[in-house]
């Protein structure tokens, strides 16, 4: 029931859309008609009269006029036609455009956001680090330098302290 409810509000909404693009032709179309069909009136009266008058140039006239006509017609015929092609073409391009703009914008908003966690993300990780960072170099220059002399002075104690034994065994050698 549903779907078929969907399948009905689809297909009139197609439906309406083509019927008012009929409409708007008829309407755009009106006046350059009813124009032409003054116009049409008035060379009919023309014809008439020199039907009655001159026979032998109403007939040369009226094939001059009927070709002019015809070219006339299809000319105008062709631009109503290719304006009233190329206004549905815009607006199916801008109904297009409209409906792909929504979905841009939903796009560009949740990629921004993304990005912005993505930053915060980096910045918090590099925060942490260089905390971590200080930390450690603070405890070394506190704890870690000086524990590190010391060692080196123990080791020089203990080289300087063989290297004093030595001289005195050599001493002690030599003497005896």
Same mark, same amino acid.
């Given at each position: 029931?549903?779907? @078929?409810? @969907?399948?009905?509000?689809?297909?009139?909404?197609?439906? =309406?859309?083509? &019927?008012?693009? &009929?409409?708007?032709?008829? %309407?755009?179309?009106? !006046?350059? =008609?009813?124009?032409?069909?003054?116009?049409?009136? !008035? $060379?009919?009266?023309?014809?008439? $009269?020199?039907?009655?008058?001159?026979?032998? #140039?109403?007939?040369?006239?009226?094939?001059?006029?009927?070709? #002019?006509?015809?070219?006339?017609? *299809?000319?105008? $015929?062709?631009?109503?036609?290719?304006?009233?092609?190329?206004?549905?073409? =815009?607006?199916?391009?801008?109904?297009? %455009?409209? @409906?792909?703009?929504?979905?841009?914008?939903?796009?560009?908003?949740?990629?921004?956001?993304?990005?912005?966690? !993505?930053?915060?993300?980096?910045?918090?990780?590099?925060?942490?680090?260089?905390?971590?960072?200080?930390? #450690?170099?603070?405890?070394?220059?506190?704890?870690?330098?000086?524990?590190?002399?010391?060692?080196?002075?123990?080791?020089?104690?203990? *080289? $300087?302290?063989?290297?004093?034994?030595?001289?005195?065994?050599?001493?002690?050698?030599?003497?005896?």
């Amino acid at each position: 029931m549903r779907r @078929e409810l @969907e399948w009905k509000r689809t297909v009139l909404r197609a439906w =309406f859309k083509a &019927v008012m693009n &009929v409409v708007s032709v008829r %309407y755009r179309c009106r !006046k350059p =008609f009813w124009e032409w069909r003054k116009h049409a009136v !008035k $060379l009919l009266q023309l014809h008439r $009269l020199f039907a009655g008058c001159f026979w032998p #140039i109403y007939t040369w006239r009226k094939v001059t006029r009927e070709a #002019i006509l015809q070219r006339q017609k *299809a000319g105008m $015929l062709k631009n109503i036609y290719m304006t009233a092609f190329t206004l549905t073409c =815009f607006r199916c391009w801008a109904q297009w %455009y409209r @409906e792909r703009a929504e979905v841009w914008k939903k796009c560009d908003a949740h990629r921004a956001a993304m990005l912005m966690k !993505k930053r915060q993300r980096s910045l918090l990780f590099w925060r942490r680090h260089c905390r971590r960072s200080r930390g #450690i170099r603070e405890m070394w220059l506190r704890k870690g330098m000086r524990r590190m002399d010391d060692k080196n002075l123990d080791r020089l104690w203990r *080289a $300087l302290a063989v290297w004093r034994y030595w001289r005195l065994l050599t001493r002690v050698v030599q003497v005896n």
